[in-house]
Each structure stands twice: as C-alpha cells, then as structure tokens.
C-alpha cells in the first residue's frame, strides 16, 4: 500500500499562486508516476499534471505554461506550483501515485493507482 498526503490548497483571488505538496510513503516502489489530478462541481476527474520518476512530465492543455510538476526523490514527494491561476482552476485537487507499464515500444498502460485525501483550491474572480 501507499499512502499519499496532500496539503497546500487555499484560496486566492485570479492571478495568483499557490503550490501543491503530495508526500509518498509506504510501498513507494510499486508505483513510478506521481502526479495530481482534479475535480470541478459536476465534471469528472481529470489529469493535470503527472512526472515519471524518470522526470518525464504530462500536463493538461488547460494548465501549460501556468502550472509546473517538480520532485523531491530524497523525499518522496511531488509539488505543483500553480501560477496564474483562474476561476475555472477551481476545484479538488487530488494528489496521485501509479505505476506505469509499458507492453511494447508503443503501448503502454497504468495500475496500482493511489489517491490523497483532495485538497480543495478555490479561485475567486
């Protein structure tokens, strides 16, 4: 098992920043990917940004350039510095772990997921 614990959200009015921290523990080896994901009132869960251990990131479309994944491997823990922030940022943030696998030069696939406890960020306008 892998326990992940989140902290870091708050509010802050459009423009703004605030950083996201998400520390691992447990059995860290069973997962390769850190990252965090989100959910608005009414939407599903989506993807906002992920890192490898290898340092290969993923963001959502709606978050690049404004948004930046960094880790501390000595301290198995993945940060999201979030800058200029918008109203629609507003949601759950929820700190994730998983594990990725790949079956070929192409294809690839994810298990082992683990989910913080969310971590609300609101975005006045």
């Known amino acids: 098992q892998v326990q992940l614990v989140g902290s870091g959200g708050g509010l802050v009015q459009a423009g703004g920043s605030l950083r996201l921290s998400c520390a691992a523990s447990g059995s860290i080896e069973s997962i390769n990917v850190m990252g965090w994901y989100r959910q608005a009132p009414g939407k599903q869960r989506e993807l906002v940004a992920t890192m490898t251990d290898g340092g290969y990131t993923n963001y959502a479309d709606s978050v690049k350039g404004r948004f930046t994944i960094s880790r501390d491997n000595t301290k198995n823990t993945v940060y999201l510095q979030m800058s200029s922030l918008k109203p629609e940022d507003t949601a759950v943030y929820y700190c994730?772990?998983?594990?990725?696998?790949?079956?070929?030069?192409?294809?690839?696939?994810?298990?082992?997921?683990?989910w913080g406890l969310g971590t609300q960020v609101t975005v006045s306008s």
């Open positions: 994730n772990g998983k594990r990725e696998r790949w079956f070929s030069a192409s294809r690839k696939g994810y298990d082992n997921y683990y």
